[in-house]
């Protein structure tokens, strides 16, 4: 009798602001490994995310019963994000992921403060994957304070 394969983790579209350098961008690690498929909002794009899940702070919890769907990341400063979102068709999911979750990326603005909640792309990426069963810390490799993030994610700090 053979075992099943271990189920797939959804597919992920993050959608980046056109504003945003990819050289400071937490998920470039990510661009050419299967399951990723990036774009860059650039002036007239649009992308239907009809039934996808939407990672949103403002949104009700993520749960291991939203596994089924495609994932939708925004990637941009909180300062651009509403610009970002109207590029953004179809109705989606709006899901948000535990609120205790702490950033480990020093990150700072002369602009705007950043919500209590906000994390750093690959960070949200790697909470919201692990609460819809599909923990994988390789996500974090290229992510400078993955030793760091993943030290308060485990203990709650």
Not at 82 to 88: A, F, G
Not at 91 to 117: C, F, H, L, N, W
Not at 149 to 157: E, H, K, N, Q
Request: glycine letters at 6%; hydrophobic letters at 35%.
């Amino acid at each position: 009798m053979s075992e099943s394969a271990a189920p797939q983790p959804p597919e992920v579209v993050v959608i980046r602001h056109a504003r945003e350098r990819i050289s400071k961008c937490s998920l470039r690690h990510l661009h050419d490994r299967p399951g990723f498929t990036f774009h860059k909002a650039i002036k007239q794009f649009e992308y239907d995310a009809s039934g996808y899940l939407e990672l949103a702070v403002d949104a009700e919890p993520l749960t291991i019963a939203d596994q089924d769907r495609p994932l939708l990341l925004l990637d941009s400063t909180w300062r651009l994000l509403d610009e970002l979102r109207s590029c953004v068709t179809g109705e989606t999911v709006r899901r948000s992921i535990p609120s205790q979750v702490k950033t480990a990326y020093p990150r700072s603005s002369r602009y705007y403060e950043d919500p209590d909640g906000g994390l750093a792309s690959i960070e949200a990426l790697y909470v919201a994957l692990t609460v819809l069963g599909y923990e994988d810390e390789t996500l974090l490799d290229g992510y400078h304070w993955k030793e760091e993030f993943l030290s308060g994610y485990r203990t709650g700090t």
